[in-house]
């Protein structure tokens, strides 16, 4: 029994997955154990290796054959208790919004550093996670619109709580999480971690119509 | 002959002028009817008049059929198109019941024809096979059955009767054998066939029931005609020529009890030699033949006529007289072998002119001013003289009554027109001028006693006394004198009159009932006197009325002829009562006419003579009334208090030309407007300018109400007559075609009318047919003509064509649209698969280069770490301007909440790691409106330029950005709080490229100090 964040990976461009599995293999407290190159070889892993279980797995949205996003669910239903982080290419909203309500826990840029990559497994790995202002205002837009026209007045969401409603707000206008948690005189991982808990509460009231609906626009 | 000399003496024109009153002349005016070039119709035989009152004229061998409508013969032919008659020829015709004409042509067959239609409606068969029987005679008994003899079509020794029920098939009823053609006619319920010598008797059923032998002495008997007269009695007549001595000539009674034909001896036998056919007419008997012959004979009392002489004075060729036909206005029709001819009787004018200038009793002034009369004569008064007509003869002799008194220029002279040169007769002495005048010695007498006076006098006769008025009396005393007749004296009454009377009397009328004597002047009312001459009252409230003539009745009350019309004074009343009498000309203005002679029938009616001819009053009514009366009564002026009711009941007026009389009960013209014969339509014709071909619609008298008219029928015509005999051109037609025509046509004999180009839509055609233009006698025929519209002209179809064009418009326009958009969303998708194919594979491979160089620093040292760190933050930085790039293509990322969350990044990622604070102020507008691409695209890069420039080179903590739309206009602040400018040391590309970037998009870009450094971008949008 390590004290290891094992880290697995699903990516399907050589050089990416073998640079961030070099990166990771720098590490102490992190370690890469197994990369796939498709959600169906890692299935198959699944499969064989039956004591498989990552805390984190980075999951390629971009993949080929089963994409990332349809993947989500048929992993969450094989590795529970894994925290599955989207590696995006940049921010495509519409499909990060898609995979935090399918049960993604986070999502991390591939174009920042490796090393932002490595603090952001760890971040989520404690509890936390990241939000740019673009995914605060869907997430916002999506959770109140949602509900019902009321709360389009209220400008609030009855399914956060006022706390996660505040910080949200403070997302869309996009403030740094500094910032966020001297104004609300927390922590930045109590931002973080609130974070964390906006997205799952995505899970919760993930309605695949309504998601569906709403990423088509016509929820607006 | 002693009568032939009476009867010559009637024929010859007798001077209507001198004419003795009350005669009336049998003569008749021949007249030969033919085709308006002068040619003559060619043979005709029968006649028939249809219910529209038009002569059908049957002919001979190929002649077809023709009709008659008083002014225009048309002659139905079998080659001719527009007026087609389907068989060779008519010879015989009899009218059904039902309006259909019974025709045969000779041949085997007889035909039901339609004499509106003009065609054969049915088709009786005859005897035998065709061509080789010729049906020779027919008639109809009471019952409708169709008889007919028939004949071989060569010469045959035999005739077949046929009898025909119900106009089915014929069937032979007898043979009999003969050697001369037959003759067949039905009376009552039996018919009689001639046959040679005999007549066959036949039931209406076709039994045989007797053969009658007809004998005359020797002689050879040829029957030949048959007439029934108005006793039903039955007559036939044997056919004689001159030449044939043998021959016998008899007229033969038909005896009901006996069943015999026997011979009838009391007409003349100059009557019945050359003559064949009989024809009864009333009292009747007309007989006729070869060699013109013509002679009538009056069945009651004998006398004989003979009309041959002026039958032959009409041609020079020698033909004979087949029948005579009368119609429904008494006219006499003759069908001859060379034409038809009219008898119009010649009847006595209605009234007489009795005298006027031509009678040379005047040279200018030929005013009639006075009429009286005794047992002997009539006596008429002139200007200059007084003429005598004998009542019995009708010569006319003029008085010698001196004339020398009158000088030239003198008041008696020049007042002529104004009622003056009244006659009066007492026993035999006339008053005229100021002479009385012995009819007997003939002695005149100065009634003014004084011979110097020459004024003329105005007299009325009491039994004993004479009243005179003279002219211009000279003073008061003057105005009326009495004159006795027995002691020959006068004396000038002294009327008590309070104002200065300078008008003469036109009438005096002494009352027969009261002490009253009346005068009416011309503008001073009327003055009444007593019989002894003492002044009673002047009537006279209007001064613009003029008072003429007057007449009494048997109560008393006064009739008054007045300028306005008729006047009433009761009795013991002193306002005259006026009825003003309005004419209405044919244009259908009113003008009131004034009535100068008044003439009384008893108490019922006053006939009125006026300024336009003859009117009347009934004074039980009180209303006016305009008698239909002939020419020149209507037209005549009568002469002030010139009427006269003579004794033998005749009206007599005395005119601006001469007198006129007439008598009042029967003066009345006969109209030809009546109920009986409607106004008919003979023929309707459209004229279609496609076809370029006339079309007849032909019209059923009292079917066709309509005429439709086709889009294309340019004009339509229309033949219209009432049938008028007797006096066809004073039949005058008008029409008014409503919703097209303002008025009335004017008055025409022509029976036509024409209209072309009429608009599309419905009318209704009035056409009326009168005695007199002014139509007050006329009837009235309505017709509605229908236009129809070109189906492309009517206003459904320009209302689809407009909706079409609005539809196609439509289409077009929403086609050009789609067309846009697509092209639109084609760009769109476009922008969006580049930017996905940028982010896809060029992203991918720079992340690459970015994570194996940053891997690869993490293993080096030294400078070859920094190299490869540097390399990784290139590609980093690659990636990041790639992905603005894309940013700004993807079409998905158009709108303002875009560039504000891109900028919000991009603040947080730069600013936020080095510790500077930053705040966006975002105005309160509709961040999902949609900004322009190529805006966005060099906003977000000012924007990023300046966050740059401040992260360079400024020493500020704190940043605001704010971010407005308003009204047409975006604004843009980045405002810091350092000290330092945070522009290029160069002062160069940076500042440069933000006025650049500004200008591209026709922005406002300002840079400026306060409390800190203020980049200020204002965008028009």
Redesign the interface.
């Known amino acids: 029994m390590s004290n290891k964040i094992i880290v697995g990976m699903v990516e399907d461009n050589k050089v990416i997955r073998e640079n961030v599995a070099k990166y990771i293999g720098f590490s102490e407290d992190v370690e890469m154990t197994h990369q796939a190159g498709s959600v169906e070889s890692l299935l198959e892993y699944i499969d064989v290796h039956q004591d498989y279980k990552p805390h984190i797995l980075l999951l390629d949205i971009g993949l080929p054959g089963m994409s990332g996003l349809e993947g989500i669910s048929i992993i969450k239903s094989k590795l529970p208790d894994t925290d599955i982080v989207m590696l995006t290419t940049f921010e495509e909203e519409e499909k990060i919004l898609n995979a935090l309500c399918s049960g993604a826990s986070a999502y991390i840029s591939k174009k920042t550093s490796l090393k932002s990559i490595l603090d952001g497994i760890r971040i989520v790995y404690n509890g936390g996670s990241y939000m740019s202002p673009e995914i605060a205002r869907e997430i916002f837009s999506y959770l109140v619109r949602s509900n019902s026209p009321q709360e389009v007045v209220n400008q609030k969401s009855t399914v956060l709580t006022d706390r996660q409603n505040e910080i949200l707000e403070k997302l869309v206008e996009g403030k740094p999480y500094r910032k966020i948690a001297e104004d609300l005189f927390i922590s930045v991982e109590t931002v973080r971690t609130h974070i964390k808990k906006i997205y799952k509460t995505l899970h919760v009231n993930n309605k695949a119509e309504a998601i569906s609906m709403y990423l088509k626009g016509e929820l607006k | 002959m002693n009568f032939r000399r009476l009867i010559f003496l009637f024929l010859i024109p007798l001077n209507t002028y001198c004419q003795p009153e009350g005669s009336t002349p049998a003569s008749y005016k021949f007249e030969n009817i033919s085709y308006p070039n002068g040619l003559s119709i060619g043979y005709t035989r029968e006649i028939i008049q249809d219910t529209t009152g038009l002569l059908w004229i049957t002919g001979g061998r190929g002649v077809g059929l023709h009709t008659f409508d008083g002014r225009n013969i048309q002659t139905y032919h079998k080659d001719n198109a527009t007026r087609h008659f389907p068989l060779n020829q008519s010879i015989h015709a009899r009218k059904l019941q039902d309006g259909n004409l019974l025709l045969s042509d000779w041949g085997n067959n007889l035909y039901l024809f339609n004499p509106y239609e003009k065609i054969i409606v049915d088709t009786i068969q005859g005897a035998g096979p065709e061509d080789k029987y010729e049906i020779y005679d027919i008639d109809i008994d009471p019952s409708g059955t169709i008889w007919a003899i028939t004949k071989p079509y060569k010469e045959g020794d035999f005739i077949y009767v046929l009898r025909s029920e119900n106009s089915k098939k014929f069937t032979v009823i007898q043979k009999i054998p003969v050697n001369n053609y037959g003759q067949i006619k039905a009376r009552d319920n039996t018919i009689f066939v001639t046959a040679d010598r005999s007549v066959y008797l036949f039931d209406a059923k076709g039994t045989f029931l007797k053969k009658c032998d007809l004998k005359d002495g020797n002689k050879v008997v040829s029957p030949y005609g048959f007439t029934i007269d108005q006793n039903n009695t039955l007559w036939l007549k044997s056919a004689h020529q001159e030449e044939e001595k043998a021959r016998s000539s008899a007229l033969f009674k038909y005896n009901d009890t006996l069943k015999e034909f026997e011979i009838f001896n009391q007409v003349e036998e100059t009557a019945l030699i050359n003559t064949e056919n009989i024809v009864s007419i009333g009292d009747d008997m007309w007989f006729m033949g070869v060699h013109e012959t013509l002679w009538k004979v009056n069945m009651k009392n004998f006398e004989v006529q003979d009309y041959s002489s002026n039958i032959r004075g009409l041609t020079d060729k020698s033909f004979y007289i087949l029948n005579i036909f009368k119609d429904h206005s008494e006219q006499l029709w003759l069908t001859t072998s060379m034409g038809l001819i009219k008898l119009g009787p010649q009847r006595a004018l209605s009234y007489n002119h009795v005298l006027d200038s031509k009678d040379g009793y005047c040279t200018e002034n030929c005013y009639v001013q006075s009429i009286t009369e005794n047992d002997q004569e009539m006596f008429f008064s002139y200007l200059y003289k007084v003429v005598a007509q004998n009542k019995k003869t009708g010569l006319t002799r003029e008085l010698d009554i001196p004339l020398g008194k009158i000088k030239k220029g003198s008041p008696q002279e020049s007042i002529w027109d104004e009622g003056s040169h009244k006659l009066s007769l007492v026993g035999d002495k006339l008053i005229w001028m100021d002479q009385l005048y012995d009819l007997n010695t003939r002695e005149c007498l100065d009634v003014l006693k004084d011979q110097n006076d020459t004024r003329t006098v105005n007299g009325v006769v009491n039994s004993d006394k004479l009243w005179i008025a003279p002219y211009y009396p000279r003073n008061i005393n003057e105005l009326l004198y009495v004159y006795d007749l027995k002691s020959g004296s006068k004396k000038a009454l002294s009327p008590d009159l309070e104002f200065y009377l300078d008008d003469f009397p036109f009438k005096i009328l002494e009352s027969k009932i009261q002490n009253k004597v009346w005068l009416t002047t011309k503008s001073q009312g009327i003055l009444s006197f007593t019989k002894q001459g003492k002044f009673i009252e002047r009537i006279h409230e209007d001064s613009s009325k003029e008072y003429y003539d007057l007449f009494e009745d048997a109560s008393g009350t006064l009739w008054i002829s007045t300028s306005t019309g008729i006047g009433r004074l009761k009795r013991n009343i002193s306002e005259v009562e006026h009825f003003n009498l309005e004419i209405k000309n044919y244009q259908g203005r009113k003008k009131i006419e004034g009535i100068y002679s008044i003439v009384a029938i008893e108490d019922k009616q006053l006939w009125l003579g006026g300024q336009n001819g003859v009117h009347r009053f009934n004074l039980q009514s009180l209303t006016f009334d305009s008698p239909n009366i002939p020419g020149y009564l209507k037209e005549m002026e009568c002469m002030i208090a010139a009427g006269r009711l003579s004794e033998n009941g005749r009206i007599y007026f005395g005119t601006k030309n001469g007198v006129v009389s007439f008598d009042p009960n029967t003066i009345e013209k006969r109209t030809n407007v009546n109920n009986k014969l409607p106004l008919a339509f003979r023929q309707i014709t459209t004229y279609n300018k496609k076809a370029k071909e006339e079309k007849v619609v032909l019209a059923s008298v009292n079917n066709i109400e309509t005429i439709v008219l086709q889009p294309d029928d340019i004009w339509f015509s229309i033949d219209f007559f009432l049938p008028n005999f007797e006096n066809p051109d004073k039949t005058f037609y008008s029409y008014k075609m409503e919703g097209f025509d303002s008025d009335w046509s004017l008055p025409s004999v022509d029976n036509m009318l024409k209209y072309t180009n009429l608009k599309p839509g419905d009318y209704e055609l009035y056409i009326r047919a009168g005695d007199d233009p002014e139509f007050l006698n006329s009837i009235e025929r309505k017709l509605r003509v229908e236009v129809k519209e070109a189906w492309y002209k009517t206003s459904w179809f320009y209302l689809i064509c407009i909706l079409g064009l609005v539809a196609g418009v439509f289409s077009l326009m929403r086609y050009r649209y789609e067309r846009k958009l697509q092209e639109r969303l084609a760009i769109e998708k476009l922008r969006t698969k580049i930017s996905s194919d940028l982010?896809?594979d060029v992203?991918?491979i720079?992340?690459?280069i970015?994570?194996?160089s940053?891997?690869l620093s993490?293993t080096q040292e030294g400078k070859e770490k920094k190299a490869l760190t540097e390399l990784?933050h290139m590609s980093?930085d690659a990636?990041?301007r790639m992905?603005d790039i894309?940013w700004a293509l993807d079409s998905r990322k158009d709108k303002y909440?875009n560039l504000l969350?891109?900028?919000?990044?991009f603040?947080?990622n730069n600013l936020?790691n080095r510790n500077i604070?930053h705040a966006?102020e975002i105005g309160n507008f509709k961040a999902?409106g949609f900004i322009n691409p190529n805006i966005r695209q060099q906003l977000y890069l000012i924007f990023k330029e300046a966050i740059v420039n401040i992260l360079k080179h400024s020493d500020a903590n704190n940043v605001t950005i704010s971010f407005d739309k308003k009204q047409n206009q975006l604004t843009m602040t980045i405002q810091d709080d350092g000290s330092h400018k945070p522009v290029e040391k160069s002062e160069g590309l940076g500042l440069m490229n933000m006025e650049k970037r500004s200008k591209d998009i026709n922005g406002k870009f300002n840079m400026y100090y306060e409390n800190g450094y203020i980049v200020e971008l204002i965008v028009p949008i």
């Open positions: 982010h896809d992203g991918t720079l992340t690459g970015s994570m194996q940053e891997v993490y990784s980093r990636i990041e992905r894309v909440e969350d891109r900028m919000k990044v603040a947080r936020s604070s966006f999902d």
